[in-house]
């Protein structure tokens, strides 16, 4: 066991995370519902959020999706103490822009930001833009490039680099993180080139939900590898659903797991445009589960003293940081951290949290969007 146990939602960047014809969650990515639901998470207290990158909606495209990198700005200016991770995909972004992108939301936030390096599955959202989408391991090895770059300009180090894609000459961005050596770096992914480029290069891994077992057996690979530097640390994508009862827990399962059926056709269609050499969707096919990023698999559906038992022994195995997943997002939201935190050695919330933080953002957010 390592360092203290955190606890971050993922924002509803392109709607609901389990099922998509959900009475009790009907669709919304907009901005407002985002804010909200980073305010309310840090006012019940939250200790980070996961911004996903997409350019367009990638389960069905005529659907909204939230802008990461402009909403993550937004909302490093509304909050005062939640981390904001957003995610990246090298492609996508000039390593200088992005590099500057960063710094400023680090600036904006005072020390809360941090990105996460991905390697992107959804073919058409590059194609389309006419970016080519080149194959899995030449996007890592781009990635690799990229971040060499990135992590030096965002120390605020003068950058002259020659590779095979970027030429940069004496390059130096200010100003720099006002509090820390440079903004923290997650990634999220599972293949050989991942594991390698996090060993390099990444504060914290990110893994996708997955049994303990196998959570078991990537840390200790990862650990075996020589590093420079500070130890990894290690972060586990998951979709939670706690109830007073393990039979409740379950009866809510399997109305998730109804609904979702209803999306069979959306999920082959997306199938149909995933590079089929990415490992977490490989992995993804071992088991039925709920939710995006390995959702329930990793088998946080439970009683509350079962969730939080299997948290614990995910955190004896090395796992710090829980990115966690929820439908209805709100109510389970305020649930977990009411019923969990006191059960993982943390403070519940007070009562009424997330409606004295409404009540005292409102002025604000109201001369925002009236
Ligand atoms: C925690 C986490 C967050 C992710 N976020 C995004 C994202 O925002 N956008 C995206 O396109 N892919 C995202 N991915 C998926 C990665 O792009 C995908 O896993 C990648 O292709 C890595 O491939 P690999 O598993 O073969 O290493 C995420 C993956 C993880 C584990």
Redesign the pocket.
């Known amino acids: 066991m390592s360092s203290r146990l955190r606890f971050g939602v993922?924002s509803p960047?392109h709607g609901p995370r389990a099922a998509w014809q959900d009475p009790e969650e009907p669709f919304n990515a907009s901005w407002e519902h985002n804010r909200d639901i980073v305010l309310a998470a840090e006012a019940l207290g939250y200790d980070s959020t996961?911004?996903?990158?997409?350019t367009v909606n990638?389960y069905v495209a005529d659907k909204d999706q939230l802008e990461?990198w402009t909403a993550s700005a937004a909302l490093a200016a509304l909050t005062s103490r939640i981390e904001i991770i957003t995610?990246?995909?090298p492609y996508l972004y000039h390593p200088v822009v992005l590099a500057k992108m960063a710094l400023q939301i680090e600036n904006i936030s005072r020390g809360r930001f941090g990105f996460?390096l991905?390697?992107?599955?959804?073919r058409a959202?590059f194609e389309k833009a006419g970016i080519p989408f080149g194959e899995?391991d030449a996007?890592?090895a781009y990635g690799r490039e990229w971040i060499e770059v990135v992590e030096r300009l965002i120390r605020g180090e003068r950058v002259s680099h020659q590779g095979e894609n970027f030429h940069i000459s004496d390059y130096q961005l200010t100003p720099k993180s006002p509090v820390r050596d440079r903004p923290r770096i997650?990634l999220?992914?599972?293949?050989?080139?991942?594991?390698a480029l996090a060993v390099d290069f990444a504060d914290t891994f990110?893994?996708?939900g997955q049994p303990l077992e196998d959570v078991q057996a990537f840390i200790s690979d990862i650990r075996r590898r020589p590093r420079k530097g500070e130890p990894i640390s290690f972060?586990?994508?998951a979709f939670v659903i706690a109830r007073e009862t393990e039979r409740e827990a379950q009866e809510n399962y399997r109305h998730l797991a109804a609904l979702a059926e209803k999306d069979a056709g959306m999920r082959a269609e997306v199938a149909s445009r995933t590079?089929r050499?990415?490992?977490?969707?490989?992995?993804f096919a071992k088991s039925a589960r709920i939710g995006s990023?390995?959702g329930t698999a990793a088998g946080l559906v439970g009683s509350y003293d079962q969730v939080a038992e299997r948290i614990w022994a995910f955190h004896k195995a090395g796992i710090d940081l829980f990115?966690l997943q929820f439908q209805p997002l709100h109510t389970e939201l305020a649930r977990f951290a009411h019923e969990l935190f006191p059960r993982l050695g943390r403070e519940a919330p007070a009562p009424g949290a997330v409606q004295a933080q409404r009540a005292e953002a409102r002025p604000a957010l109201h001369s925002i969007n009236p």
């Open positions: 993922w960047v996961l911004v996903a990158l997409h990638p990461a995610a990246i995909k996460n991905v390697n992107a599955w959804n959202e899995h996007r890592y997650y999220g992914g599972e293949s050989e080139p991942a594991r990110f893994l996708n972060g586990l994508a590079d050499n990415v490992v977490m969707v490989r992995n990023n390995g990115m």
